[in-house]
């Protein structure tokens, strides 16, 4: 029998978990879509269009079965730097090319691309082929009501 989950829970609803899914950060922003958790169990996700889930979200499906989302380590670039000047720099240049981006304290992540791995590169940056959870920023227009993310940081 499978699941479908059509409600985000609020941070005070929070409690445990039945199931856990863990999705990439672009199968996080979609907000209706078949998957299959840890355990083996079918799931439909039916949730209002544009929601976007992060690491430690409850989803709850019509029968009361509370799954987990867990943000699943995937292909990045790590982008750190000499100073924090030299991050923002950094920031500011993968900014005006609009790719979605995690930003952290230390460092900067974003999803492979040789073009922009070498700019950052030219740019007197550090940049690594990494496996992470990518959580990246939703965007002036988007949602801000995730925590900062600090269990994949």
């Known amino acids: ?3 479908v989950f059509i409600r985000k829970l609020s941070a005070a609803e929070q409690c445990k978990a039945d199931l856990t899914l863990a ?6 922003t979609r907000s209706r879509h078949k998957f299959q958790t840890a355990e083996g169990q079918t799931v439909f996700l039916q949730l209002s269009r544009g ?4 690491n430690g979200d409850l989803l709850k499906s019509e029968s009361d079965t509370v799954l987990r989302i867990i943000a699943r380590s995937e292909p990045v670039l790590t982008v750190q730097a000499a100073t924090s000047l030299d ?3 950094g920031a500011y ?24 791995q070498k700019m950052l590169e030219q740019l007197g940056l550090d940049v ?8 990246p920023e939703a965007g ?7 925590p900062s ?5």
């Open 1 to 3: 029998m499978s699941l």
């Open 23 to 28: 999705l990439t950060a672009e199968e996080r």
């Open 51 to 54: 929601t976007i889930l992060y």
């Open 87 to 89: 991050l923002l720099r």
């Open 93 to 116: 240049h993968l900014g005006n090319r609009h790719v979605p981006l995690e930003i952290t304290p230390t460092c900067l992540r974003l999803t492979p691309d040789p073009v922009l």
């Open 128 to 135: 690594t082929e990494d496996m992470h959870p990518f959580q």
């Open 140 to 146: 002036a227009y988007g949602h801000h009501n995730h």
């Open 149 to 153: 993310h600090p269990s994949t940081k």
